[in-house]
C-alpha cells in the first residue's frame, strides 16, 4: 500500500461476519473507500468475492490494516459483545495514535461502553457505541443506526452513515443521539421493544389457533390482512410469511416442527434489569424476557399439563376484536419503552430528543412500524411529552381499542389461553390511568411493622402512628 494519504481507505471494519460484511458492502456501493479486518481467513475471502465490483480488500494483519487507514483512523468493530470487544482494543490501542476512532457496533450493555469511554479518553481515543437494527438485509441496504457518545467524532462519520442508512423519503435512519453510551442504551431499549412486539405477536397466534382453532394458512391471511393496515410493521410481514414456509424434511409446515421453546441474547433482559434500577415500570417488555424463560421448563409444563388436564381453549371472539387487543398491546409496548427513554435521559444526563429516536425507527430497523408516524409527530408536537398516552392523538386511538381489548383478554383468561404480554399491558393501563391507586395501605403497612413512615394527603412532612393502640 502506498504511503499517498488520498489512496488510504477512510473507514475500516473489524469483525468480517454476516453483518460487518455487509455493512462494508453497503459504505462500498455509496462510494467509500474502506477495508476490513479479520483473523479467519474465509471471512475475508467472503469479502473479496461479494465485492468484486469495487475491489474491496480484507486484511488478516492488524498491523498492515491500521496502517492502510487515513488518519484520523475511523475504526468499526463488529464482534460479539462482552470480554471479546475489550480484548479487540487491547490489542488496537499500541497501534493508535491521539484522536483516532472506535466505534463498536455491536449488541454491548451501556455500562461496558461507559466504561470504555472512560478508559480510551485517558489515551486521547474516541469511543463511542452505535447500536444498529435491521440485521442482515439492514446492514447490507439500510438499517437504523443510534451512534452516541463523541459529538466532534460522529462529526467524521457522519456523512457515511448518513449515506448508507435506511431511508423514509429523504431522511437518513440514523441520528446522533447524545453523549455518553445513550446509543447503546437506546438499542437496548429497541430490543426490549422488539422482545415485547414478538411475545405479543405470539400470543395472538395461540390464540387464533388454540382458541378460534385458525389453520396455518388462515393465520397467515389474518396476518398478511393486518400488514396492509394500520399494523403494518416489519415483523408481522415475517410472521406472515413463516406459516407459509414447508420443512424440506417433512414437507409439513416448517413451524409445526420447531420446538416451543425460545432463546435469547439478553438485550431483554438487560431493559428489565435497568427499568428496575430507574423503578420505572415496563411490564410488557418484562413479560415477554419472562415469557421467553418460561418456554425453557417444557419437560415441567408438560408434567402440569398432565396434572391439571387439557383446558378448552374455545374461544368468542372476533378477529376484528382481537386486532384491537394487538393494536392497545403493541402501542403500550412502545409507550413504555419511551417512558424508560424520558426517565433514562434525566437520570443519565443524555438528553435525548425523541422525536428524532422516533423518526430514525421509521425505517430499516426490526420495529419498523406505520405506528412509528405517529409517534414521530406526538413528539415532534411536544418532545417533553412524558407519556405517549398524554399525546392527545395516540388517546383516540386507545379508546377505538379498549372495548375489543378487553372482551379479547376476559375471554382468553376465562378459556384458560396464557396471555401473559396482554394481561399485564391492560392491568398497566388501568393502573396507570387510575388516580388514586391503594398504595396508600402499602405505606400504612410498612409503618405498621417496620416504622417505615408515611407521607399525608391533608399535611406537609413525614409521619408515623403508633399503630400498637390497635390492640
Not at 457496533?105 to 461502553?113: E, Q, R
Not at 391439571?308 to 382481537?322: A, M, P, Q, R, S
Request: proline share 3%.
Amino acid at each position: 500500500m502506498s504511503n499517498n494519504e488520498s489512496k488510504k481507505y477512510k473507514l475500516g471494519m473489524i469483525g468480517l461476519g454476516t453483518m460487518g460484511r455487509n455493512l462494508l458492502l453497503n459504505m462500498a456501493d455509496k462510494g467509500f473507500s474502506v477495508t476490513g479486518y479479520d483473523k479467519d481467513r474465509k471471512m475475508i475471502s467472503k469479502l473479496e468475492d461479494e465485492g468484486q465490483k469495487h475491489s474491496l480488500e480484507g486484511f488478516d494483519d492488524i498491523e498492515s490494516f491500521i496502517g492502510s487507514l487515513q488518519t484520523p483512523r475511523t475504526l468499526i468493530l463488529l464482534v460479539p459483545a462482552g470480554p471479546i470487544v475489550d480484548s479487540v482494543i487491547a490489542e488496537l490501542k499500541p497501534l493508535l495514535s491521539e484522536g483516532d476512532i472506535i466505534i463498536d457496533s455491536g449488541n454491548s450493555h451501556f455500562t461496558d461502553t461507559n466504561r470504555r469511554v472512560e478508559e480510551l479518553e485517558k489515551d486521547g481515543l474516541h469511543f463511542f457505541g452505535m447500536g444498529i437494527s435491521g440485521g442482515e438485509e439492514g446492514a447490507r441496504f439500510g438499517p437504523s443506526m443510534m451512534p452516541g457518545g463523541d459529538k466532534k467524532a460522529y462529526n467524521v462519520v457522519k456523512e457515511v452513515f448518513d449515506a448508507v442508512a435506511a431511508k423514509v423519503g429523504s431522511d437518513p435512519c440514523v441520528t446522533y443521539i447524545g453523549p455518553g453510551a445513550s446509543g447503546h442504551f437506546v438499542k437496548m431499549v429497541h430490543n426490549g421493544i422488539e422482545y415485547a412486539i414478538m411475545e405479543l405477536i405470539a400470543e395472538v397466534y395461540g390464540v387464533l389457533k388454540n382458541g378460534l382453532g385458525y389453520s396455518n394458512e388462515e393465520i397467515y391471511k389474518v396476518f398478511k390482512k393486518w400488514n396492509e393496515g394500520r399494523l403494518q410493521s416489519f415483523l408481522l410481514e415475517i410472521t406472515a410469511e413463516i406459516f407459509l414456509f414447508k420443512d424440506t424434511v417433512t414437507q409439513n409446515d416448517l413451524l409445526d416442527q420447531i420446538k416451543d421453546e425460545a432463546r435469547s441474547k439478553g438485550t431483554g433482559k438487560w431493559t428489565s434489569e435497568v427499568s428496575m434500577e430507574l423503578q420505572l415500570p415496563i411490564p410488557t417488555i418484562n413479560e415477554a424476557v419472562s415469557n421467553r424463560d418460561l418456554s425453557k421448563f417444557k419437560k415441567l409444563r408438560v408434567s402440569l399439563e398432565e396434572a391439571f388436564g387439557k383446558k378448552d381453549n374455545k374461544i368468542e371472539i372476533t378477529v376484528d376484536e382481537l386486532e384491537d387487543a394487538f393494536y392497545f398491546s403493541m402501542i403500550s409496548a412502545y409507550a413504555q419503552g419511551m417512558h424508560l427513554l424520558v426517565q433514562a435521559s434525566k437520570e443519565y444526563q443524555y438528553d435525548l430528543q425523541l422525536q428524532e429516536i422516533a423518526k430514525i425507527w421509521r425505517g430499516g430497523c426490526i420495529i419498523r412500524a406505520k405506528f412509528l408516524e405517529d409517534i414521530y409527530q406526538a413528539y415532534e408536537k411536544d418532545n417533553a411529552l412524558e407519556h405517549l398516552f398524554g399525546d392527545s392523538g395516540i388517546q383516540n386511538i386507545i379508546k377505538d381499542t379498549l372495548t375489543g381489548t378487553r372482551k379479547t383478554i376476559s375471554a382468553c383468561i376465562n378459556a384458560g389461553i396464557g396471555i401473559p404480554a396482554f394481561a399485564s399491558t391492560l392491568t398497566y393501563f388501568d393502573t396507570i390511568t387510575t388516580a388514586r391507586m391503594p398504595s396508600n395501605l402499602i405505606q400504612a403497612q410498612r409503618d405498621f411493622f417496620g416504622a417505615h413512615t408515611f407521607e399525608r394527603i391533608d399535611q406537609e412532612g413525614v409521619f408515623h402512628a403508633d399503630w400498637n393502640k390497635l390492640s
